[in-house]
DNA sequence: GCGTTTTCTTGACAAATGTCAATGCTTTTT
DNA sequence: AAAAAGCATTGACATTTGTCAAGAAAACGC
């Protein structure tokens, strides 16, 4: 059962090189899990240990106010990473929940393992940077978007941006990504028919 | 005037060390300007060569759309760090502008300057990686804030974690900010009285 | 200081989005 | 296969926010 980690040294390997034995020193600092469709990776209050690299399936990352409703602030499919990086970075206990969208395999990393594995494997560091500026490129990108798009803009921006997204996530969930209820993602789409 | 460079290294001390020497070296690669209110840093279809560091005064990242309304993305007051950072990174054209909300101080950091700075001062590779987490972290609270609150929470909330941006930057640019029109900012501002 | 420009406020009205409730359709569970 | 739970759609109506236009206040430039 190898080719667990093919996706993810695919990924790794579009911004550094890493030898094989780089690879396999890798290798040893992440631990492999399987979680079920609805189950939580992280829950509201715990602290966020690990980063997660999804090898298959999706998750979200969403708050639930006082009055319980849910507000997804990030999806993650097939080779991205999900984690509350601020609880990550912290230790403090996590305000957000992470669970699974469909039945998912992921590859956990700690803090300490990730400090570790950049001692041994320096290249990576430079790959984590990367995957920073990429994610925070990204998010800005999104934010611009929700100052200055209508909701009918916002949803058919997704659409071009992120189609699978739009294939495999519920409804309700990318209405509440974008900042808006259900029932006006329904009637965007009625109308764009 | 040495003290120019006293608040960058104030604040890359509160992350990593650098002794004197290592200070030296990095003064060397920034380049000080000032700039007047008004002035660009940057302009739409230009690259963005630098990130610029605020010594004093206060900026704004900005869209300009097809109808010619503006979307401000982020202010800059001092000690904090302003660019289009996709444009940066890339070196593709920017759809982006930077202005001066005040006469201001700034110090540039090209991609090579800050390349050439990392091999010589391996510990500020550091810094810039805890930069990036924290930037990404504070966009997430940004962005959950975009998705979940009413206007008049979204006010307030900046009112509770950047009373400074409040009081320095006109009222139609924090609307702008915040996603909303400054009619109704006014009239947040009324109810709240 | 004085005129000019920019910014802020206000009101009346329009448009976009939210709320609530009902219904039918899927998917999951047993 | 039946029952239950979750999800999407729709309509009527409420609320929030935007638009436009006018005037007042403040800041700026000379």
């Known amino acids: 059962m190898n080719e667990i980690f093919d996706l993810l040294f695919k990924k790794v390997n579009e911004k550094v090189s890493l030898s094989e034995a780089e690879q396999e020193i890798c290798k040893s600092f992440f631990i492999y899990k399987k979680i079920r469709k609805r189950q939580y990776l992280l829950q509201e209050s715990e602290v966020c240990k690990y980063t997660a690299f999804v090898v298959k399936g999706s998750l979200r990352l969403y708050t639930v106010n006082e009055k319980g409703a849910e507000h ?39 803090k300490s393992a990730q400090e570790e594995m950049v001692q041994l494997v320096p290249a990576i560091q430079q790959y984590y940077y990367l995957l920073m500026q990429n994610a925070y490129v990204a998010l800005q990108r999104r934010m611009t978007i929700a100052i200055s798009q209508t909701a009918d803009e916002k949803y058919n921006n997704l659409l071009a941006t992120y189609p699978e997204i739009i294939q495999r996530v519920p409804q309700h969930m990318i209405a509440s990504y974008l900042g808006f209820k259900p029932e006006t993602l329904s009637r965007i789409r009625r109308k764009n028919l």
């Open 72 to 110: 997804v602030l990030q999806f993650a499919l097939e080779g991205w990473i999900i984690a509350d990086l601020y609880s990550f970075i912290t230790g403090e206990p996590s305000s957000y929940n992470i669970d699974a969208l469909e039945d998912t395999e992921v590859l956990l990393l700690s």
